[in-house]
């Protein structure tokens, strides 16, 4: 291996990394700013211009609070669920492509920490580590209601990973891989994967706001029923962890429905932007796009949230199996029906 | 419920359609300490003792104030007026100290009512809070009018 080569993804990955947690830490402003723009009020305004600084104000105050572990808790556990619950947030970002390659220096560089042909099935991989973080979290807390929002969290992870994973098999017989560079590069122009496959989208939506723990399906730290759910027992920048954990869940999350639905850095008129560009700059107003894509779904995710009230637990685990469950079948059922009508003709 | 009222999508994004139109509403915001809400005709706030209109304290320390108030937030220990003082108090008797915890007022006006003499009144701003309890206790220096400019 190329040195050339090592630097260039150890620059890659920092600059992932590092773009993952900003994108989060403000997430944590757009959030209360959206909040309150919703509820016709203004939002947090008075750390810096706008409230810009809001995020480091909150997490300088995270970093100062007194870090309580109960006495009856398991020790490592404690520690170990925010720390998983963060990790597994961070590391799903390495498959998802960034942007088309981009030529520095006569060396042609992808926009893609890793390009591994399973890529769908690393990202849910790592999405179901995610829950391991919360359940060990909520258990070593030794209090019952972190034990009860671990167990939600545990049922309702798994009920929803089901529709998830089905309709992305009717994704993967749509794109025919599972690799999504690939998958995106199939999407060139205006050829996204929603105008093929708008159910498995609208599933996809609502299996990744269960799967990140967002409302309407926040069960598992639910305040009026669970005082604080699995993290009722964290303080400090434990429970700063989890909390973060979910805006980079939720940045991963929009990243993963741009790329596979909404054509990741595509976008109408790209060829002509390239050749205008050249291919440097080409790319990175795709990078741009797919960003633009990321921010909007993260809008999405707020919205929705200030929105739509808690789901009970029955009403989600209803939604979950009777409702999502067959129409995700339906869906694949359709979409393998007009495949195979389609090469007929 | 049938199958598409089970989906809850249509009134998701009807729910969600109302949301989006409360983002450009005009925002109710007060900026707090820089903008002043307006406050009503019969607002009480924090105490004002008063000054007569030649700039004499009116209050002649009878105690009716701390008697009628039903928090006991009231305390005063009353003197005489002596030789020279004329222009400073209204009355022969006055006020030496003059005590308010406004942590025990809950600001109820009976002692404005109780006054024979129009010597006080809840007409100040809201009470500031504080880090001490022991800095909730008004003397004369803050209830007190400004004396008049001459």
């Given at each position: 291996?190329?040195l050339?080569?090592?630097?260039?993804?150890?620059?890659?990955?920092?600059?992932?990394?590092?773009?993952?947690?900003?994108?989060?830490?403000?997430?944590?402003?757009?959030?209360?700013k959206?909040?309150?723009?919703?509820?016709?009020?203004?939002?947090?305004?008075?750390a810096?211009?706008?409230?810009?600084?809001?995020?480091?104000?909150?997490?300088?105050?995270?970093?100062?609070?007194?870090?309580?572990?109960?006495?009856?808790?398991?020790?490592?556990?404690?520690i170990?669920?925010?720390?998983?619950?963060?990790?597994?947030?961070?590391?799903?970002?390495?498959?998802?492509?960034?942007?088309?390659?981009?030529?520095?220096?006569?060396?042609?560089?992808?926009?893609?920490?890793?390009?591994?042909?399973?890529?769908i099935?690393?990202?849910?991989?790592?999405?179901?580590?995610g829950?391991?973080?919360?359940?060990?979290?909520?258990?070593?807390?030794?209090?019952?209601?972190?034990?009860?929002?671990?167990?939600?969290?545990?049922?309702?992870?798994?009920?929803?990973?089901?529709?998830?994973?089905?309709?992305?098999?009717?994704?993967?017989?749509?794109t025919?891989?599972?690799?999504?560079?690939?998958?995106?590069?199939?999407?060139?122009?205006?050829?996204?994967?929603?105008?093929?496959?708008?159910?498995?989208?609208?599933?996809f939506?609502?299996?990744?706001?269960a799967?990140?723990?967002?409302?309407?399906?926040?069960?598992?730290?639910?305040?009026?029923?669970?005082v604080?759910?699995?993290?009722?027992?964290?303080?400090?920048?434990?429970l700063?962890?989890?909390?973060?954990?979910?805006?980079?869940?939720?940045?991963?999350?929009?990243?993963?429905?741009?790329t596979?639905?909404?054509?990741?850095?595509?976008?109408?008129?790209?060829?002509?932007?390239?050749?205008?560009?050249?291919?440097?700059?080409?790319?990175?107003?795709?990078?741009?796009?797919?960003?633009?894509?990321?921010?909007?779904?993260i809008?999405?995710?707020?919205?929705?949230?200030?929105?739509?009230?808690?789901?009970?637990?029955?009403?989600?685990?209803n939604?979950?199996?009777?409702?999502?469950?067959?129409?995700?079948?339906?869906?694949?059922?359709?979409?393998?029906?007009?495949?195979?009508?389609?090469?007929?003709? | 419920?049938?199958?598409?009222?089970?989906?809850?999508?249509?009134?998701?994004?009807?729910?969600?359609?109302?949301?989006?139109?409360?983002?450009?509403k005009?925002?109710e915001?007060?900026?707090?300490p820089?903008?002043?809400?307006?406050?009503?005709?019969?607002?009480r706030?924090?105490?004002?003792?008063?000054?007569?209109?030649?700039?004499?304290?009116?209050?002649?320390?009878?105690?009716?104030?701390?008697?009628?108030?039903?928090?006991?937030?009231?305390?005063?220990?009353?003197?005489?007026?002596?030789?020279?003082?004329e222009?400073?108090?209204?009355?022969?008797?006055?006020?030496?100290?003059?005590?308010?915890?406004?942590?025990?007022?809950?600001?109820?006006?009976l002692?404005?009512?109780?006054?024979?003499?129009?010597?006080i009144?809840?007409?100040?701003?809201?009470?500031?809070?504080d880090?001490?309890?022991?800095?909730?206790i008004?003397?004369?220096?803050k209830?007190?009018?400004?004396p008049?400019?001459?």
């Amino acid at each position: 291996m190329e040195l050339a080569f090592v630097i260039e993804k150890f620059v890659l990955i920092t600059v992932i990394f590092s773009l993952s947690l900003v994108v989060a830490m403000y997430s944590t402003l757009a959030e209360r700013k959206i909040a309150a723009f919703l509820q016709d009020r203004i939002g947090p305004n008075r750390a810096g211009p706008g409230g810009m600084f809001q995020p480091l104000a909150d997490g300088a105050k995270m970093f100062f609070k007194e870090e309580i572990i109960p006495a009856d808790s398991s020790k490592f556990l404690f520690i170990a669920g925010p720390s998983l619950a963060i990790l597994t947030a961070c590391i799903g970002s390495a498959v998802i492509p960034w942007g088309q390659n981009i030529l520095i220096a006569g060396r042609t560089v992808s926009l893609q920490v890793t390009d591994i042909n399973v890529g769908i099935l690393y990202i849910f991989g790592v999405v179901s580590l995610g829950v391991y973080g919360v359940m060990i979290g909520g258990w070593a807390s030794n209090n019952k209601f972190s034990l009860m929002g671990a167990i939600r969290a545990a049922s309702q992870n798994i009920s929803y990973e089901i529709p998830m994973g089905l309709s992305i098999i009717a994704l993967l017989l749509v794109t025919g891989t599972l690799s999504l560079k690939e998958i995106t590069e199939q999407q060139h122009g205006w050829h996204w994967n929603i105008l093929y496959q708008p159910l498995g989208f609208i599933l996809f939506l609502v299996c990744s706001f269960a799967e990140t723990n967002r409302t309407p399906f926040d069960l598992p730290e639910c305040e009026t029923e669970l005082v604080g759910g699995y993290h009722t027992e964290y303080s400090s920048m434990k429970l700063g962890f989890f909390l973060f954990a979910e805006y980079i869940n939720m940045f991963i999350s929009s990243a993963v429905m741009a790329t596979l639905y909404f054509g990741g850095y595509n976008y109408p008129g790209m060829d002509w932007v390239n050749n205008a560009m050249g291919p440097l700059w080409g790319p990175l107003i795709g990078m741009v796009v797919l960003f633009a894509k990321i921010f909007a779904f993260i809008f999405f995710f707020m919205w929705v949230r200030w929105t739509v009230p808690r789901f009970r637990y029955d009403q989600l685990m209803n939604l979950g199996w009777k409702v999502l469950i067959p129409l995700a079948i339906a869906n694949i059922v359709i979409t393998g029906v007009w495949i195979t009508i389609y090469d007929k003709l | 419920m049938n199958f598409w009222e089970r989906l809850y999508l249509p009134a998701i994004f009807q729910g969600m359609g109302i949301t989006f139109k409360h983002m450009f509403k005009k925002k109710e915001t007060v900026f707090y300490p820089e903008v002043e809400r307006e406050f009503s005709e019969n607002w009480r706030g924090m105490h004002s003792l008063k000054r007569d209109e030649q700039g004499r304290e009116r209050c002649t320390a009878c105690g009716l104030c701390a008697l009628s108030c039903p928090a006991e937030a009231i305390t005063m220990i009353a003197a005489e007026r002596q030789k020279g003082e004329e222009n400073l108090y209204r009355e022969e008797k006055y006020a030496a100290v003059y005590e308010i915890n406004m942590l025990r007022c809950i600001f109820c006006g009976l002692c404005e009512e109780a006054c024979p003499k129009e010597a006080i009144y809840l007409d100040g701003p809201i009470v500031p809070s504080d880090y001490l309890r022991k800095d909730f206790i008004y003397g004369k220096d803050k209830l007190v009018e400004e004396p008049l400019k001459s």
